[in-house]
């Protein structure tokens, strides 16, 4: 009886507090891009450092029907435009650049808006259609992401 009463707390919490975008790594994106090259990609870039950042992430990125919006829609991925790593995303390598103090593909990405929180919509061919910058409430970025 104790068990399945904690199994099914376990099955309501997730339905309660589980809603969350499917991030995915570069590599996994790369995959699934090459798998499903008609889906969008949606790219948030972030800091460590930057409080609208992590307001986006505690407050938007966990809204119920934005989760469902960009999960369903999206192939999402989450990056630190600030990593030191060399990284390679859809067969191009990028690097750090000391004196933007960002990696290159965020560079590359936001065309020199190195403005954080930074959201990249492109195609699968790694053409730029938009970028979003800054915090937003969840309708807002719905509204900004909106195919």
Not at 23 to 30: K, Q, Y
Not at 52 to 71: P, Q, S
Not at 102 to 120: C, E, I, K
Not at 134 to 147: A, E, L, P, Q, V
Request: with cysteine; proline share 3%; glycine share 4%.
């Amino acid at each position: 009886m104790k068990s399945s009463l904690a199994i099914a707390a376990l099955i309501l919490s997730s339905f309660l507090f589980g809603q969350e975008i499917k991030w995915l790594s570069l590599e996994e994106a790369t995959k699934e891009i090459k798998a499903h090259p008609e889906k969008p990609v949606l790219i948030n870039f972030y800091t460590t450092w930057c409080g609208f950042c992590k307001r986006l992430d505690k407050e938007t990125f966990t809204d119920k029907k934005v989760t469902e919006y960009v999960n369903k829609n999206y192939i999402p991925v989450k990056f630190d435009a600030e990593t030191k790593d060399m990284v390679k995303f859809l067969g191009i390598q990028y690097t750090y650049i000391a004196p933007a103090k960002a990696n290159y593909m965020a560079y590359a990405f936001t065309n020199g808006q190195l403005s954080y929180p930074a959201t990249v919509l492109m195609n699968g061919k790694g053409d730029v259609n938009k970028v979003v910058l800054g915090f937003r409430s969840s309708s807002d970025f719905i509204n900004d992401i909106k195919i």
